[in-house]
């Protein structure tokens, strides 16, 4: 079983710069085995990914509307993941979630495809 813990996110005016980080844990667990990918959900919308992680084969991978703006990597304590967002827009505002899947790269598929998910944290970005 895996666990992780989000913590980060909060309100921001447009423009603005918010750092969230994911620490995952476990029985057995290994950093290594893992894809650790960031999702977001906004009301009446469908769950997205924003970025992912590979420790496996160091890739990574942003999407189109945070590319140039989000930056996925892992943090300085041990097993976390932390996502940089700067140059926030009012778009940006949702509901963001960390996940894992025992891949361990990148998965090439929607939200359902990862087994564990931390608690969610919501970003607000408004002037």
């Known amino acids: 079983q895996v666990r992780l813990v989000q913590s980060g996110g909060g309100s921001v005016q447009p423009g603005g710069s918010l750092r969230l980080s994911c620490a995952a844990s476990g029985s057995g667990f290994n950093f290594g085995d893992y894809a650790i990918a960031w999702f977001r959900q906004a009301p009446g919308k469908d769950r997205e990914e924003v970025s992912c992680l590979s420790p496996f084969d160091r890739n990574t991978r942003v999407a189109h509307f945070a590319a140039g703006r989000f930056t996925i990597s892992r943090g300085d304590a041990e097993n976390t993941v932390v996502l940089e967002m700067n140059s926030l827009k009012p778009e940006d505002t949702a509901v963001y979630y960390c996940?894992?899947?025992?891949?361990?790269?990148?998965?090439?598929?929607?939200?359902?495809?990862?087994?564990?998910w931390g608690q969610g944290i919501q970003v607000t970005v408004s002037s």
């Open positions: 996940a894992a899947d025992n891949g361990p790269v990148c998965v090439d598929g929607p939200w359902y495809y990862y087994d564990y």
